[in-house]
């Protein structure tokens, strides 16, 4: 019988396994542990003309298979700015798993700091430097539960979520040596918001022999 580790579904598919290996079945187990950073930064200028908008999407994910253990970190940067009196626009995305990324266990904070480059698809490309605190906000957590069979298997899944929409986000944002955080660059319509989650997820693949 092999074990999974995530608390609220240890019991359930140790069981399980147990079960299944009374059949004579093949049991796989999965389990993912993800933290979660996302940000999105918004201006408008010249009149709502001139339109830019950051994403910042920063995420480690702690997988496992069985016996088989994977870390993958990974910090994602879109940055999309539009022209609404010319019709322009520009897209232009980039990302890295050269970064540091730490999130308190009830998600009341984290910080991601990390340089990405971003390109567009005719190769320009800009120079982004970041350091995002995020603080406070809504806690909410989802329990989701998946059940399917056919044949001779069976996959059953229990995920759950845990998001913290945050109150505030501050730091430095600079895109090409301006700060878009900066004081001097805040104008009434412009900001940053998002959120911190977590997200843990078991599963077993059950294949009966017979």
């Known amino acids: 019988m092999r074990r999974i580790h995530l608390t609220a579904a240890t019991l359930f598919f140790s069981w399980l396994a ?3 290996s009374a059949v004579l079945a093949d049991v796989t187990t999965h389990t993912i542990r993800d933290n979660v950073a996302h940000a999105q930064y918004f201006q408008y200028t010249d ?6 908008s950051v994403e910042v999407f920063a995420g480690e994910s702690f997988a496992r298979t069985d016996n088989l253990r994977t870390f993958t970190p990974n910090l994602i940067l879109q940055i999309f700015g539009y022209n609404g009196c010319t ?6 995305s980039g990302s890295t798993e050269q970064f540091t990324f ?6 009341a904070a984290a910080e991601v700091s990390g340089n990405v480059v971003v390109a567009d698809n005719l190769g320009n490309t800009k120079h982004v430097s970041l350091a995002l605190s995020w603080r406070g906000g809504v806690l909410r957590r ?3 539960t998946y059940n399917y069979s056919t044949g001779r298997s069976r996959t059953i899944l229990k995920n759950l979520s845990t998001l913290r929409f945050s109150d505030s986000i501050t730091g430095s944002l600079v895109v090409d040596g ?3 955080l900066s004081p001097s660059n805040v104008t009434d319509i412009s900001g940053i918001s998002g959120l911190v989650a977590k997200v843990s997820a078991a599963s077993v693949d059950i294949i009966r022999m017979r």
């Open 178 to 180: 301006v700060d878009l």
């Open 142 to 144: 989802d329990l989701f």
């Open 102 to 107: 730490t999130v308190l266990g009830n998600l």
């Open 47 to 52: 009149g709502y003309c001139n339109g830019l």
């Open 18 to 20: 147990l079960a299944a």
């Open 87 to 92: 019709g322009e626009s520009f897209f232009m």
